[in-house]
């Protein structure tokens, strides 16, 4: 089981930027697709951005040109840099885990983003 913890989050002034790690502990974190998701008070979670173990990326389109999604696999982590952010940026953002396309993610418990217009 993957155990993933997220951190960078915070208040932000629109316009601005922030950095959004997840550390993995575990095996397999280089094979593994991650992802990042959000979900804001009374919406449904949905997905920002994925990333395989290879490096093919895709983004909400949301996000596309203003987020980017990364991984270290030396690292065991994997990043996500907001830029550009808005106001319908803020939520909670949530780190996953993959092992196969059919399988169950695994989730981190998230971190806060909020976007101040």
């Known amino acids: 089981q993957v155990q993933l913890v997220e951190s960078g989050g915070g208040l932000v002034q629109a316009g601005g930027s922030l950095r959004l790690s997840c550390a993995a502990s575990g095996s397999n974190f280089s094979s593994n697709t991650m992802g990042w998701y959000r979900q804001a008070p009374g919406n449904q979670r949905e997905v920002v951005a994925t990333?395989?173990?290879?490096?093919?990326?895709t983004y909400a389109d949301s996000v596309r040109s203003r987020f980017t999604i990364s991984r270290d696999n030396a690292k065991n982590t994997v990043y996500l840099q907001m830029n550009s952010v808005k106001a319908e940026d803020t939520a909670v953002y949530y780190c996953t885990s993959q092992t196969y396309a059919y399988s169950s993610p695994s989730w981190g418990q998230g971190t806060q983003v909020t976007v101040s217009s």
């Open positions: 990333i395989t173990s290879g490096g093919p990326t």
